[in-house]
């Protein structure tokens, strides 16, 4: 059991715009900044939002990042097919003093 | 170019020990931390601890609290990951990535370079 919530699957056509949702805690999301990952099938995870907003270098402006409370939100819009992967989301837990993560959403692009 | 290598996918039995490796190049080694990240066959990420190569300051998952040791070398630029008695299930590939932590109205943390990772099976 993931100490961050996310929903198993998501899906939606291309072009589209998807949210993910990530719902955590006072201790967690609540007062900490909070990431997200892509994992593409059979790769390692590529850090796509941090600071709960921000964008690496190369990461393309279809990708958002918000947060809210005790929850945060990936938006990815002018979905590909090449965006079919799991998504996590992760922020430090001040009570665990650890990094936790979402238990990982799968994207299907129909 | 920042580089986190991995080393090579592991075969071992139940009982015995294993120390895996991540070199990083491209960056100071020493002025970040390096997490490492379990992932068991078909499920999610998990995290086990990191360490700051600069002055070997390391903090655990309380998950993973004396079930592994995180170690690292900074003359040669690279963090250790080890088992003193494998399980079957240690199974997983395992992860190393370059990670941030700090304090600003908020604890922020993130990785942002991952090495390849490292796949451990462990059976009879």
């Known amino acids: 059991q993931s100490v961050l919530t996310q929903p198993p699957s998501v899906s939606a056509a291309p072009g589209q715009k998807v949210t993910i949702s990530c719902s955590g805690s006072s201790s967690n999301i609540g007062n900490n900044y909070v990431s997200w990952y892509q994992q593409l099938p059979g790769t390692a995870p590529k850090l796509l939002i941090y600071d709960n907003n921000k964008r690496p270098s190369g990461i393309p402006d279809r990708f958002s990042g918000s947060k809210s409370g005790t929850s945060a939100t990936l938006g990815i819009t002018g979905l590909q097919t090449g965006d079919e992967a799991d998504y996590y989301c992760g922020t430090w837990d001040s009570s665990l003093s650890a990094e936790v993560f979402g238990g990982g959403t799968k994207l299907t692009v129909l | 170019e920042v580089q986190l290598v991995q080393s090579g996918a592991e075969v071992k039995k139940p009982g015995e020990s294993l120390k895996i490796s991540c070199k990083g190049s491209g960056y100071s080694f020493t002025s970040y931390w390096i997490g490492w990240v379990r992932q068991m066959p078909g499920k999610g990420l998990e995290w086990m601890g990191i360490?700051?190569?600069?002055?070997?300051?390391?903090r655990y998952s309380p998950s993973f609290q004396g079930q592994v040791t995180i170690s690292a070398d900074k003359s040669i630029s690279t963090a250790y990951l080890q088992w003193s008695s494998l399980k079957a299930s240690d199974t997983a590939m395992y992860y190393c990535?370059?990670?941030?932590?700090?304090?600003?109205?908020?604890?922020?943390?993130?990785?942002?370079?991952w090495g390849q990772g490292t796949l451990v099976t462990v059976s009879s």
């Open positions: 990535a370059r990670h941030h932590l700090g304090y600003s109205s908020g604890w922020y943390n993130y990785n942002d370079y």
């Open positions: 360490i700051y190569p600069g002055d070997s300051d390391t």
